[in-house]
């Protein structure tokens, strides 16, 4: 959930609520990042996350950068925004970020798109932090397990925004999270997160009998009023009555779920231009930022999971409070069976 979703009165509130915020700084300057850390620490006493991209190098041709940014000015011609080439770096340096973590001494460190080199790991372990890992495959699994990772999350076909996957291709890992869970189960000796579609208290239930020792929750969280997403991103979510998500490289160059869109149609027929993440990512902000200022969800990064017709206008204590009341209903109902 980077980008802005994770506030720090979101992250807080969670937290305050008994579960686990996570803050979603991948995208953020060491100093934002800083300061976002010290403002959850003003509004909460209890644990919280933090989550950062594990790097990846990709270069491109000047030619290659040319042809990308005709496709996105065209794909958003209404927008009239001239998309232009960028330069690198085309994204945060992790090594800083971290570095502010490190710092900070942050109770929980999450990742996800690969796995932290061993001296990054021994340092948050050295003072004490858990460490979570994303995996969207077995094998990924069993690799986060043998680098020391404490907790794996499992991430789901269903679960919005980017893939987590590292040792395949993105498209060859999209495994149900039901079923993930099981084979993670059978292959790691870890606690399993389960992640992906869940959207209320009936599906963190099903997930813990599947053998998932917690459940993360991303989209179910978007509409809150503690959010910092677009008013119109989750207006739009508020009014899905179905599953409305397409897998697309549209907008950052990495496999990602989210609302359908004009952007992403039209892109579709354009994909022998998109670049790698995270050059497309930086491309793209152009017209992203554009369609921000105007109210346009057609050229908007909306990042949902499957299940995101399910979404609830509330503030987080009152989602999270729901959930538990849900959740033990539903644990009930079925040992009475």
């Given amino acids: ?37 010290k403002k959850i620490r003003c509004l909460t006493d209890q644990p919280f996350a933090v989550n950062l991209f594990i790097p990846q190098s990709h270069t491109t041709s000047s030619k290659k950068m040319q042809i990308a940014c005709n496709a996105i000015k065209q794909c958003a011609a209404e927008l009239a925004v ?17 570095q502010i973590l490190i710092e900070e001494k942050i109770p929980v460190f999450s990742f996800t798109f690969g796995i932290p080199c061993s001296d990054i790991i021994k340092k948050f372990k050295d003072f004490g932090s858990i460490i979570i890992g994303t995996a969207t495959t077995v094998d990924e699994g069993k690799l986060l397990e043998k680098n020391g990772i404490d907790i794996i999350v499992a991430q789901g076909s269903e679960a919005g925004g980017h893939r987590g996957s590292f040792l395949d ?42 053998g998932a020792s917690a459940v993360q929750m991303g989209t179910a969280f978007l509409c809150c009023d503690e959010t910092g997403i677009h008013p119109q991103y989750k207006k739009l979510l508020l009014k899905q009555k179905k599953d409305n998500t397409v897998l697309t490289r549209a907008f950052s160059g990495k496999l990602a779920r989210g609302i359908n ?65 849900e959740a033990e209903r539903y644990y009930t109902e079925i040992n009475k069976l």
């Fill in 169 to 210: 291709e993105a498209d060859n890992s999209l495994i149900p999270i039901s079923t993930l869970i099981n084979q993670l189960k059978e292959s790691v000796n870890v606690p399993i997160v389960a992640s992906g579609g869940i959207m209320n208290g009936r599906k963190i239930v099903k997930m813990l009998h599947s």
């Fill in 1 to 37: 959930m980077a980008g802005g979703a994770t506030t720090a009165e979101l992250v807080s509130s969670v937290s305050n609520a008994g579960g686990l915020g996570s803050l979603g700084a991948g995208y953020m300057s060491p100093d934002n990042i800083r300061n976002a850390i």
């Fill in 82 to 98: 001239e998309v232009k080439p960028v330069s690198a770096p085309f994204c945060q340096l992790f090594e800083e970020q971290v």
């Fill in 261 to 325: 869109n004009k952007f992403i149609t039209c892109m579709a027929d354009e994909l022998a231009s998109i670049l790698d993440y995270p050059i497309q990512n930086k491309l793209t902000g152009q017209i992203r930022q554009k369609a921000k200022e105007i109210n346009n969800t057609d050229y908007m990064s909306m990042w949902a999971g499957q299940a995101a017709y399910l979404s609830r206008d509330l503030n987080a204590k009152k989602l999270f409070n729901a959930l538990i009341d």
